[in-house]
Protein backbone atom coordinates (compact mmCIF):
# COMPACT_ATOMS: atom_id res chain seq x y z
CA UNK A 1 0.00 0.00 0.00
CA UNK A 2 1.71 3.39 -1.28
CA UNK A 3 0.99 6.82 1.20
CA UNK A 4 -1.85 8.28 -0.67
CA UNK A 5 -3.46 5.08 -0.54
CA UNK A 6 -2.89 4.94 3.64
CA UNK A 7 -4.25 8.37 3.71
CA UNK A 8 -7.44 7.31 2.36
CA UNK A 9 -8.06 4.05 4.35
CA UNK A 10 -11.07 4.28 6.82
CA UNK A 11 -12.31 7.38 4.53
CA UNK A 12 -15.65 7.47 2.60
CA UNK A 13 -15.00 7.24 -1.52
CA UNK A 14 -15.19 11.00 -2.60
CA UNK A 15 -14.66 12.89 0.57
CA UNK A 16 -12.38 15.47 0.05
CA UNK A 17 -8.95 15.24 1.73
CA UNK A 18 -9.30 18.31 3.94
CA UNK A 19 -12.85 17.23 4.91
CA UNK A 20 -13.10 17.31 9.02
CA UNK A 21 -14.85 14.48 9.45
CA UNK A 22 -14.50 12.18 6.48
CA UNK A 23 -15.90 9.01 8.05
CA UNK A 24 -19.07 7.23 8.23
CA UNK A 25 -22.15 9.06 9.39
CA UNK A 26 -24.55 6.41 11.89
CA UNK A 27 -27.82 7.26 9.64
CA UNK A 28 -26.23 6.09 6.23
CA UNK A 29 -25.71 2.88 4.88
CA UNK A 30 -22.22 2.22 3.12
CA UNK A 31 -20.59 -1.00 1.38
CA UNK A 32 -16.76 -1.73 2.49
CA UNK A 33 -14.73 -1.48 -0.52
CA UNK A 34 -11.65 -4.44 -0.40
CA UNK A 35 -8.66 -5.01 -2.40
CA UNK A 36 -7.22 -2.80 -5.45
CA UNK A 37 -6.71 0.76 -4.81
CA UNK A 38 -9.64 2.00 -2.93
CA UNK A 39 -9.02 -0.83 -0.09
CA UNK A 40 -10.67 0.37 2.81
CA UNK A 41 -12.89 2.97 1.92
CA UNK A 42 -16.54 3.19 2.22
CA UNK A 43 -18.62 3.76 -0.60
CA UNK A 44 -22.10 5.47 0.02
CA UNK A 45 -25.07 3.11 -0.92
CA UNK A 46 -27.43 4.80 1.36
CA UNK A 47 -30.85 4.29 -0.94
CA UNK A 48 -29.82 2.04 -3.31
CA UNK A 49 -32.05 -0.64 -4.84
CA UNK A 50 -30.95 -4.29 -4.53
CA UNK A 51 -30.29 -3.89 -7.67
CA UNK A 52 -27.87 -1.43 -8.05
CA UNK A 53 -26.01 -2.63 -5.34
CA UNK A 54 -25.91 -6.41 -7.14
CA UNK A 55 -24.20 -4.87 -10.54
CA UNK A 56 -21.48 -3.12 -8.63
CA UNK A 57 -19.47 -0.32 -9.42
CA UNK A 58 -16.97 1.23 -11.61
CA UNK A 59 -15.45 4.50 -9.30
CA UNK A 60 -13.51 7.02 -11.08
CA UNK A 61 -10.01 7.15 -9.49
CA UNK A 62 -6.35 8.43 -10.25
CA UNK A 63 -4.88 5.63 -8.25
CA UNK A 64 -6.35 2.71 -10.92
CA UNK A 65 -4.00 1.29 -13.18
CA UNK A 66 -4.90 4.03 -15.69
CA UNK A 67 -4.54 7.53 -13.72
CA UNK A 68 -8.08 8.90 -14.47
CA UNK A 69 -9.66 5.34 -15.14
CA UNK A 70 -12.10 3.62 -12.96
CA UNK A 71 -11.66 0.87 -10.56
CA UNK A 72 -14.21 -1.92 -10.68
CA UNK A 73 -15.90 -3.03 -7.37
CA UNK A 74 -18.69 -6.28 -6.73
CA UNK A 75 -20.51 -8.07 -4.39
CA UNK A 76 -20.36 -11.80 -4.36
CA UNK A 77 -23.31 -14.01 -5.39
CA UNK A 78 -25.08 -15.05 -2.15
CA UNK A 79 -23.09 -13.31 0.73
CA UNK A 80 -24.74 -11.94 3.13
CA UNK A 81 -25.98 -8.28 3.47
CA UNK A 82 -27.00 -6.29 6.60
CA UNK A 83 -30.28 -4.05 6.73
CA UNK A 84 -30.24 -0.68 8.11
CA UNK A 85 -27.51 1.99 8.56
CA UNK A 86 -24.02 1.06 8.66
CA UNK A 87 -21.83 -1.04 6.36
CA UNK A 88 -24.47 -3.28 5.11
CA UNK A 89 -22.11 -5.27 2.29
CA UNK A 90 -18.48 -5.73 0.83
CA UNK A 91 -17.92 -4.97 -2.54
CA UNK A 92 -14.18 -6.66 -3.68
CA UNK A 93 -12.05 -5.26 -6.16
CA UNK A 94 -12.49 -7.15 -9.83
CA UNK A 95 -9.34 -4.44 -12.02
CA UNK A 96 -9.68 -1.39 -13.47
CA UNK A 97 -10.82 -0.05 -16.65
CA UNK A 98 -9.60 3.35 -18.45
Known amino acids: M ?4 QLLNGWLYGAEHDDPNPGPLPHRTYAELL ?3 LDGLLLDIHGWRTEEVDDG ?3 PTELSRWPGGRALYD ?3 GESRA ?12 GDTP
Open 57 to 59: VAL
Open 35 to 37: GGP
Open 83 to 94: QGPGVSCRFYYS
Open 75 to 77: PRP
Open 2 to 5: NGDE
